[in-house]
């Protein structure tokens, strides 16, 4: 096993993150995030801290999509750095960056879940446009279904994590250690 204290010196770039995200993932954080961006050097690689314990996995995926429309556009490689805990909406940003360029410091724990949601559904008003109100609420469930199952898609690729697997073990709140992670390829290395 590789001493961890030597481990580090081999990303110097991960010593002094461009980007620096802590607490809740919601609009403050997002804006941030733009802050930050809008700071960082225009070339050489783009590197992105963050510790949560989660928010708004909504955010998470607009500021992943920043990300990527960088990467994209530019060709400028990005690299992930998960600190402490990344939690939930902190891995949905997570999963934005290839695993190959995500790293997690010693002792972090990643932790995915399945979406929550809490809602009332009121029924109130004429009988013929109730099933239009239900309906309404099952494509709104169909659809954040589909959206985590796109996210847990891209946490996993390229790992030996299957999306099997994640869809079972996601319900009962799923946490993962750094050394683990790197295990299971869902990040490239712990430092």
Do not use: C
């Not at 992930?80 to 724990?109: C, E, H, I, Q, W």
């Amino acid at each position: 096993m590789t001493d961890q204290r030597s481990n580090a010196v081999n990303y110097p770039l991960l010593a002094r993150p461009h980007v620096q995200l802590h607490g809740t993932v919601d609009d403050a954080m997002y804006t941030t995030f733009k802050q930050q961006l809008l700071a960082a050097p225009l070339d050489g690689p783009l590197v992105l801290s963050i510790t949560t314990l989660g928010g708004d996995p909504e955010m998470a995926r607009a500021m992943g999509d920043d990300i990527r429309l960088l990467r994209e556009y530019t060709g400028r490689e990005t690299l992930f750095l998960g600190k402490v805990a990344v939690y939930s909406a902190g891995a949905t940003l997570m999963s934005a960056f290839p695993n190959d360029k995500r790293f997690l410091t010693r002792g972090t724990r990643l932790m995915l879940h399945e979406r929550l949601m809490s809602s009332t559904l009121q029924l109130s008003g004429p009988l013929s446009d109730l099933p239009d109100t239900l309906k309404a609420k099952l494509h709104e469930i169909e659809h954040s279904i589909q959206i985590q199952d796109e996210g847990f898609a891209a946490i996993v690729a390229g790992s030996r994590v299957t999306l099997d697997d994640l869809k079972e073990r996601a319900p009962s709140n799923w946490y993962i250690e750094a050394e683990e992670a790197r295990e299971l390829g869902l990040v490239l290395d712990v430092i």
